[in-house]
């Protein structure tokens, strides 16, 4: 035996592995041909990133099945542990990080609504649906958990597409609602699937609705609880140690590490990771990230967007990839009459999901709400009923998570994946493209000159500012009456009895001094979630 054969490098090792170089290569080709496609469609009103790598993936799934003459377009093998495990938690707590927190939790009952007893209606309507219509169609071989499963999967809406259709300056208000309740929409939709998965469905009586009902409301108390006791843990440890004044890449390597702890101890724990590294993200933007120095400042605030917008594009590339799987087809032996049936019931059933609780809630909280700027007018409803259609990662994710494991024993299991493959390509190209000149063509192209709110532009700072000049016996008579009714119409827009008020009463005098925060740290003037909230973020 010759003694090369035992070289400890070789050229046919797993790490200089042909196939494997082969298909990273196309995958970051791939990944920057995004990057450029979506700098040069930046002003487009029908194109965005998510659609632009659904259909780079198409595009380079159909060339792989030519050069394989129709056997894979697989270019690498997609694992569901991948997904979880390092590409939804950059996403998601990027989200919770960047999130505008003044809007956030003003809108915060409302954002609640939707996101939550919304998601739930959704799931109710969709689960009670495929469970009448699938077996008229003839899949058949679904159990009652497949079909609950189905409900949550369809639920789950695409947060990251979203952002990408509407415009936070155009439309402030409907982006703060529609982008606040996709990620609440998001975590109850895995918190819903999570508490199917954990149900006896063989001893069914009347205490299941409460069992699940039960394990939803724990899985979502303590997953958020965990999110914020991580995120706190980590503003504690940095504002004590202060890593800043002999390494700022300590620092924000803590950060990191932190964060991802803080999804996979809730997913060993069996708890929602999406829901615990959201708040995770919230909690570090508000107290961690004023603790660490000005560079680390600049440095997470990129790293963490930079890290989403990677992870985002590369899912999107892979299920345009995957929809071309010719094998997932084959092992579904469905009709093309069947997929496509089956795929319009899914896609059918979101549409009436999405309409039974947007338009209700708004029209319940219109009755509700005394200011008219508060109000979300019809049009309004319209776009967020449409912006909420599209389907994505997550979608995907737990498609895969309930059929993929059965998908060589069950053709309809395979079914099940290429219809959602099949609804998140349609929602997103097609909804994802027609949202922003609906949005022109319903909002803004008539759009009448919105009154001052001062709600929304007045801080608690001016408040007092106003209350001092109309109190100023240097005021001109002339403007003194002015002076007073604007004053009397900020003491009615700020309570000092609201909850906001509270909260911040609480948190400078016993969070802030333990955790650190704005105020407590040398001031930088960019912040995670925008100069616009400096002065007023939760």
């Not at 079914?415 to 994802?432: E, Y």
């Not at 803004?444 to 100023?472: G, I, Y």
Request: hydrophobic residues 50%; contains cysteine; aromatic residues 12%.
């Amino acid at each position: 035996m010759s003694s090369h054969e035992h070289l400890p490098l070789e050229l046919d090792s797993s790490f200089l592995n042909t196939s494997t170089v082969i298909a990273l290569c196309v995958f970051f080709a791939l990944l920057c041909a995004c990057i450029i496609i979506g700098h040069l469609l930046e002003e487009n009103r029908w194109a965005n990133e998510s659609i632009t790598a659904l259909l780079l993936g198409l595009c380079a799934g159909g060339v792989v099945l030519l050069v394989r003459k129709g056997e894979s377009s697989h270019l690498l093998k997609f694992s569901e542990d991948l997904f979880f495990l390092y590409l939804l938690p950059p996403i998601i707590f990027n989200a919770g990080f960047q999130v505008k927190k003044k809007r956030f939790f003003k809108n915060f009952s409302t954002i609640l609504l939707f996101g939550i007893f919304g998601t739930v209606i959704s799931f109710c309507i969709i689960s009670l649906g495929v469970f009448w219509i699938f077996r008229k169609i003839g899949v058949k071989s679904l159990s009652l958990k497949d079909h609950l499963a189905i409900g949550a999967i369809m639920s789950a809406t695409d947060s990251v597409c979203t952002l990408q259709v509407l415009s936070q300056d155009e439309t402030p208000f409907l982006y703060s609602i529609v982008f606040g309740e996709g990620v609440v929409n998001d975590a109850t939709s895995i918190v819903l699937f999570n508490s199917v998965q954990t149900l006896d469905f063989h001893n069914i009586d009347g205490l299941t609705v409460l069992k699940l009902i039960g394990t939803f409301l724990y899985l979502l108390f303590t997953s958020t609880a965990l999110g914020i006791a991580v995120g706190l843990l980590s503003a504690f440890i940095i504002k004590t140690l202060y890593f800043g004044r002999h390494s700022t890449d300590r620092e924000f390597a803590l950060m990191i590490l932190m964060a991802y702890l803080s999804y996979l101890l809730a997913e060993l724990l069996n708890l929602s990771g999406i829901l615990t590294v959201f708040f995770c993200g919230i909690v570090m933007s508000h107290y961690t990230w004023h603790n660490v120095t000005e560079s680390s400042r600049i440095t997470t605030k990129h790293a963490f967007a930079t890290m989403s917008f990677i992870a985002e594009t590369f899912i999107f590339l892979y299920v345009g990839m995957d929809a071309l799987d010719i094998d997932k087809w084959r092992e579904s032996k469905a009709s093309a009459g069947t997929s496509a049936a089956v795929s319009s019931t899914l896609f059918a059933l979101v549409l009436v999901g999405r309409a039974a609780f947007v338009f209700p809630i708004a029209n319940i909280l219109n009755c509700v709400q005394k200011r008219e700027s508060s109000k979300i007018h019809f049009k309004q409803q319209v776009i967020m009923w449409w912006a909420g259609l599209m389907r994505g990662a997550v979608t995907i994710a737990l498609s895969y998570n309930q059929f993929a494991s059965y998908m060589r024993r069950s053709p309809e299991s395979a079914l099940m994946i290429t219809s959602t493959i099949i609804v998140v390509l349609f929602s997103t190209i097609v909804c994802g493209s027609v949202t922003k000149p609906l949005i022109e063509a319903v909002l803004l192209r008539h759009r009448k000159p919105m009154v001052s709110d001062f709600t929304d532009n007045v801080s608690l700072e001016d408040f007092s500012v106003l209350l001092l000049e109309s109190a100023d016996p240097n005021n001109s008579n002339n403007n003194q009456p002015a002076g007073r009714a604007s004053s009397f119409r900020l003491l009615i827009s700020h309570p000092t009895t609201t909850v906001h008020y509270f909260w911040r009463k609480f948190d400078d005098r016993f969070m802030r001094p333990m955790f650190g925060g704005r105020g407590l740290v040398p001031f930088v003037p960019s912040t995670p979630t925008g100069a616009a909230d400096e002065s007023s973020s939760a």
